[in-house]
């Protein structure tokens, strides 16, 4: 009879702990539903458009676009949906990391690059290469749109429907699975405003490419007369100092490599055999897609290295065919040179100046000194790509899969 | 198990299974009770507000403007369901146009003042932080049909805070007023809504400015003023054309061959550009700088604009410069400083008027070499 009972306890306990396990078990169940690209292919979105709010420019529409991947239209050709929506897509930021790591920071809908700060499946690890600033799209022809959009936080089909009509591009690219691209809005000519979209497929991760060489390569891609054109026309900028008039269409580049890049000098110590070394030539090109070639330097070339973390900082003077810095005519400060020589120093995280006389841009160092396993901060060999486009100058960096940080 | 079989041990081991039986109740009960989501009680909202009407009604401030929507029947809509965005005049405001009591709307055109006083009204909910922060000129239909244009400066450079709005170059006084039915902004002006009017015409309909009319069309830049290209004019009245020797007598004596047009009457209009006075203000605020400079059409001469709040009344005025050229040593032919603030900013529907308080050019500053 007691033996009874018990048992009897003892299931009622049981159902009740298997119906709290059950219980339990229904609250934590979450359905994830995984999105998958076949065949993707990887690419990655500038708005090169750029401008300044300014009393003279208020009425120039502001290039502030909403990108549309095989868009669906209504009758009257407004988009309704897409496969792929890129939001907010505002001018690019001077520098593309090789993480998307403005999300972690930003409290804005603003989206510097494509995918950048979006949500969606990103590119793998190539040849070494993290292809987490690449966006998976799917591979062959697609067509794509590039619609004005209000700068405001309302997303794009929200908005109110005479707003949804005004595309600036509407073309048809044609992606090749695994392979990866760089796709540039440009402005082509200056004096009409016409734009275009420019399409490169990047070769950096098919490159045998040393780890202790950074390599970069340089692209003009300003518009057709830009640097020709009435200074009153330019926007100013004082940050980009010589680069706000543009460069000429044919350019040399010179490299020279500082020791230091807590000194803030344009006349501190460069590394013995870096100090206005030629290192590449280029063009102005907004219709061919072809990869300029990448020109390397050794990130261990400073003496001070040791092998783990050299603060190496680097400056590229772009001088006119015929000019270098052994017969630069112009004061050092002179930031209106005609587009004959324009000037970037790459140093620490591209928002300190120098502190004396001095004319170039400024951009984040090429070289990535982060912390990675027990050192802190470790010097990591990069792949960048230099693009100049009118009175500006961008840096896109891309890094390999390096090892996490040990605390 | 065998301590369980063991019928003398069974006591604490049928306790200890109450105790996490109650224990397995309890969670279950913080379960559902975490899951439990009861609508918060929030407070009602005070059903004492007025609508929009009633409150404008009600307040001493706006009387001039509550006739107005009494005069074009307004009223009635405004106390309805809404939603409205009223920018409301004050009755100084008012008083800047010359109107001072409410019989003086009597001898207006009822249909005009309608379409006035619609304009200054919005079929929506627009309270200061729906503007987009730093907007330029984002327009939104008003309820008589026509946008007005919306300047707000929300934030500077460097990223401190600003807080300023401006319609149609309006500076707004007070802002997100709330009332039963919408929001209600106040108006240091009234606003100028001249629809379908072009410059050219609200020239012509403006006696104070004939002498100004007469030189352009003398000059052969009268025409130009029709067509459907963007101008923002600085209008001299016939009184501040006298101050630089200009009247209609002493028009009517000058030779057009020995001048230079451009300069003599052009250097009132400034081409493609609509310019409220308050850009200026909310440029240099946002973008510390809100100046515009130019050379006049066909000309060597260089213009300097710019405006913002003038002391000592911290209202918008405007100035302009003329030089000889563009460096700071060319010889300036004349600075004027225009504070009128309630006679700027005519919107017409091929851009906008403003009220100068003097003349820039005087005849022989224009003489041919």
Redesign the interface.
Known sequence: M??ER?LK??L??LS??F??CL??LN?GCVKVEYSKIDDPAYLRVFNNLNY?????S??NKVPFFCMLINPVLDGNGMPTSAEIVGDFLDQRDAYAPPYPSHIGTSTSVNNPEYPGKENVLVGPILNGFDLSSWAQVPSGKMRIMFAYR???TVPFFQLENQQKKDILIDTVLNLTSKEVYTLHVLQKDFVTKRTGLLLRQEVFQKLPLSDSLTYVNFYNMSAKGYWEADK?LKAEDYLMASFQGGMKDEMNVFLSLYEDQSILNAKAATIPGFKGKYLANVKLNTATSDVSPYVSFPIWASNTGNGITTSMWQRFDFFVPGMDISNNPFYEASTDNGGNWVSVNCLQNGKVRMTGNDNAAILPNLLVNIHSGVNNPKTFATVNTIEVVNGRVYLTTVQRKYAPPIY | MKK??N?KH?KPV?QM?KM??AM??A??LL?VAG?KHDDLSVALPNENIRPAADFVKNNYEMRLFYAALQKTGYTEQLNGAGPFTVFAPTDEAFNRLGIYSTTDFDKMNVDSLKKIIGYHILPRKLMVNDM?S?????RYATLTGPELYLSRAAFNPNGGVENELYIDGVEVIRKDVVVANGILHLMDNVLKPNFNKTVQQWLAEHADYSVFVKGLKKFNLWDQLATGT?FTIFAPNNKALEDVGITEASLNALETGKYIGDRLFGAYILYD???FIS??QV?SL??N?????YFLKNDTHYMNFGGGKLYPEFKLGYSLTLRSGTTISDIILNSVTSNLTAKNDNLCSNGIVHHLISGLVTPEQALKK
Request: net charge positive; glycine share 6%; aromatic share 10%.
């Open positions: 007691k033996n018990i306890t003892e009622t306990r009740w702990l119906a709290t219980l339990l609250s300044v709010q300014t009393l003279g208020k009425d209000p700068k405001n009153s | 369980l079989n019928v069974n049928l299974g996490l039986f397995a109740m969670l279950q379960f899951c987009p730093n907007g330029i000129d984002v963007t550009r609509h310019f850009d200026s440029f946002i973008n700088n809100g100046a515009y400079n």
